[in-house]
T-cell receptor, first 113, second 113 residues
Framework: EDQVTQSPEALRLQEGESSSLNCSYT??????LFWYRQDPGKGPEFLFT???AGEEKEKERLKATLTKKESFLHITAPKPEDSATYLCAARSNYGGSQGNLIFGKGTKLSVKP | NAGVTQTPKFQVLKTGQSMTLQCAQD?????MYWYRQDPGMGLRLIYYSASEGTTDKGEVPNGYNVSRLNKREFSLRLESAAPSQTSVYFCASRRTGVGYGYTFGSGTRLTVV
């Protein structure tokens, strides 16, 4: 069964304290690994897509990386405005799903000033 | 660009009542989706529409029906609401092609009493 697991469930950081969020996946024929940011009371906002092991993408203080079993979202010198829930999702190669995403439960990040 | 617009934003229903959640996108996307998000459960796919005129069941379709009215609009109907359907509902759309992420609406918070 296709599955996406994120850890930790919650992470509290001090401003400037770098860390990483983990996303482990077991998907038959990965067609993309997606990261989203979700603020309270809002819909998820697309951040990155990764396709192959070794691929990296960056946006401001965020960098996403991909291995054959995991993806990491590295946050460098975070600021309070980076506080949000970060969602990971995988797209399977198996048809019938029409490219539907399988979401993890998210990591809630809090950055204190 | 408005992106994906959902109405209403909040709704309280009594058990057994019916209602329709509306979703419209102005990005000319082919695929549209309905998810529900519950604490500790993550985002779960209810129904999706790969293109105008087609709809398919997702992970948790029981108790729901959908209509892809045209390319822009995809509605979700609860025929006889149950307390278990209390949730936040998100509509999303996606441009066809590898690598494109979903664009989500801001959600409908539904409470069934």
């Amino acid at each position: 069964e296709d599955q996406v697991t994120q850890s930790p469930e919650a992470l509290r950081l001090q401003e400037g304290e770098s860390s990483s969020l983990n996303c482990s996946y077991t998907v038959s024929g990965l067609r993309g690994l997606f990261w989203y940011r979700q603020d309270p009371g809002k819909g998820p906002e697309f951040l990155f897509t990764l396709y192959s092991a070794g691929e990296e993408k960056e946006k401001e203080r965020l960098k996403a990386t991909l291995t054959k079993k995991e993806s990491f979202l590295h946050i460098t010198a975070p600021k309070p405005e980076d506080s949000a829930t970060y969602l990971c999702a995988a797209r399977s190669n198996y048809g019938g799903s029409q490219g539907n995403l399988i979401f993890g439960k998210g990591t809630k990040l809090s950055v204190k000033p | 660009n408005a992106g994906v617009t959902q109405t209403p934003k909040f709704q309280v229903l009594k058990t057994g009542q019916s209602m329709t959640l509306q979703c419209a996108q102005d990005m000319n996307h082919n695929s549209m989706y309905w998810y529900r998000q519950d604490p500790g459960m993550g985002l779960r796919l209810i129904y999706y529409s790969a293109s105008e005129g087609t709809t398919d069941k997702g992970e948790v379709p029981n108790g729901y029906n959908v209509s892809r009215l045209n390319k822009r609009e995809f509605s979700l109907r609860l025929e006889s609401a149950a307390p278990s359907q209390t949730s936040v509902y998100f509509c999303a759309s996606r441009r066809t092609g590898v690598g494109y992420g979903y664009t989500f609406g801001s959600g409908t918070r539904l409470t069934v009493v």
